[in-house]
């Protein structure tokens, strides 16, 4: 049977070949690695956590993730890419959020997969994501009054045309958080709201074509 110190080195080396450990477990087992060499000892607490990072660096263990990877296609690493574009700027999973979006071939771990996509907040945005938004491009909408500040004030109950619709630029976990471009009428200044800050506007239909063409025209020219 190995002694610690071999069972140490055999996870290093495990973890070096197939990179199953995170960042803070990899730098735990260099810490465990240089006491066990100086005292000889671990105590019960580093023991328990070693444990377990050397389940999941055992020969079942890989054999589990090589199935993982082999499976991990293009619907994971879009959902990855999701919560990876969510999670950036937050501070938390920065980086697991900065491989995945470095890397076009990056394949997460389990662990790190259910870490960062499967939290109760990575599913509200990965759902705002797919949702069929609510506005198509054309539609003719208004700022909701509470989404109105000193920044946009003046397009108060000014009619807007969405110009574009960012799928893949959701920031927030709320409910309707996909964001939109729009123009306000007369105005040249694109504002970016999110779902949730703009309603329809009404409007008969022979007025709002004519406006519709009108504002989209000038788009273009931006």
């Known amino acids: ?3 610690a110190g071999e069972r140490i080195e055999h996870v290093r ?3 070096e070949k197939y ?5 803070w477990e990899t730098g735990f087992l260099e810490s465990i690695s240089n006491q066990f060499s100086k005292r000889g000892t671990l105590s019960p607490n580093q023991c328990k956590v070693f444990a377990k990072m050397e389940q999941r660096c055992s020969l079942e263990a890989l054999e589990s993730l090589q199935t993982w990877y082999n499976a991990y296609g293009p619907e994971k690493h879009e959902i990855a890419t999701i919560c990876a574009k969510y999670y950036k700027p937050t501070g938390y999973f920065t980086s697991l ?5 470095d890397d076009p071939q990056c394949k997460l771990t389990p662990h790190e997969f259910n870490k960062m996509c499967e939290n109760k907040y990575a599913k509200k945005v990965i759902a705002s994501v797919n949702a069929k938004e609510k506005y198509a491009v054309g539609s003719m909408v208004l700022i909701r009054k509470t989404a109105i500040s000193w920044r946009n004030s003046k397009f108060n109950d000014v009619p807007c045309v969405v110009i574009e619709v960012l799928h893949d630029e959701v920031v927030s976990h709320a409910k309707g958080a996909k964001p939109y471009k729009i123009l306000p009428f007369g105005s040249s200044e694109m504002l970016t709201l999110e779902e949730r800050e703009i309603k ?4 008969s239909k022979s007025k709002a074509k004519k406006k519709i063409k009108k504002v989209v025209d000038k788009s273009l020219l931006f």
């Open 13 to 15: 080396t495990v973890n």
């Open 1 to 3: 049977m190995k002694n």
């Open 19 to 23: 990179n199953v450990l995170s960042r």
């Open 97 to 101: 959020a900065w491989r995945v979006l």
């Open 200 to 203: 329809a506007y009404k409007l």
